[in-house]
């Protein structure tokens, strides 16, 4: 099962009203997705994950205010597809390479399926993927 935004990767995002605000709580995750840009599909891994945006590493680098469509693969959880924009781009202090990336939310109900994709991994990484081991039992 896969949830579908209708993303269109050819239309650009409109720009954001302001400078980026982290007001959504974010979670140290074990994601991975797939980035589409114009210039081809990339795999990263997801560093940290909230209903607004995501910290993407372990890929190449993207243009600040690249569009794209993002395949986020949530351990236990369906695909989740949607919109994005990169935001910022840099180093971390540890030297990893890393892309901030914002979310287009077309509807409430792709945030909602963020949300709880965000619960099922933050309960997963509480239990050290016990859960998971449970669920395939």
């Keep these: 099962m896969t949830m579908d935004t209708q993303a269109d990767p050819t239309r650009a995002p409109s720009p954001s009203s302001g400078p980026e605000r982290r007001v959504h709580p974010r979670v140290d995750s074990d994601t991975h997705c797939v980035v589409k840009t114009r210039a081809g599909m990339y795999e990263y891994r997801v560093r940290n994950l909230s209903v607004s945006g995501a910290l993407l590493t372990d890929g190449p680098p993207l243009h600040e205010r690249c569009p794209m469509v993002v395949i986020l693969r949530v351990p236990l959880y369906p695909e989740v597809r949607i919109l994005a924009r990169v935001v910022r781009t840099g180093s971390d202090e540890d030297g990893t390479e890393s892309v901030g990336i914002e979310f287009v939310h077309r509807s ?4 909602d ?4 994709a965000l619960l099922s991994e933050l309960e997963r990484s509480r239990t050290n993927g016990r859960i998971a081991d449970v669920l395939r039992a």
């Design 113 to 116: 399926h963020i949300q709880a």
């Design 108 to 111: 409430d109900i792709t945030e």
